[in-house]
């Protein structure tokens, strides 16, 4: 199972970015794929999920501002974020799991190396 995040950057407030996530090694069409992201002194709060039927769960904190996708063809899961803030920077990882507990939680599973990304005000 291999996870590669990418798309970190440094970005001012009200701006865009866009992560992408590189899956290869598990059954992407059959896996739920989720976002976390773990800011410093912070535990790893999980972001978005995106389940293998397309439905999506959001953290109220980003809520309406960021968007989760997924490419079943190229086993690539995105997360498209808008009008960032300060308080979402921290470092963004991708990851999944066997069941849809295991993608949920915030330390079973498998996950990318995470990328960077800082919002200055």
């Known amino acids: 199972e291999r996870l590669v995040e990418s798309g970190g950057d440094l970005v001012q407030a009200g701006g865009s970015l866009r992560l992408s996530c590189a899956v290869s090694?598990?059954?992407?069409?059959?896996?739920?794929m989720a976002w976390f992201r773990q800011a410093p002194g912070k535990q790893r709060e999980l972001v978005a999920v995106?389940?293998?039927?397309?439905?999506?769960t959001y953290a109220d904190s980003v809520q309406g501002r960021f968007t989760i996708s997924r490419d079943n063809a190229l086993d690539m899961v995105y997360l498209q974020m808008n009008s960032l803030r300060p308080e979402d920077t921290a470092v963004y990882f991708c990851k999944t799991g066997h069941t849809l507990g295991t993608v949920l939680s915030s330390t079973m599973g498998y996950w990318g190396q995470g990328t960077q990304v800082t919002v200055s005000s």
């Open positions: 090694g598990v059954d992407f069409n059959r896996n739920a």
């Open positions: 995106i389940r293998s039927s397309g439905g999506t």
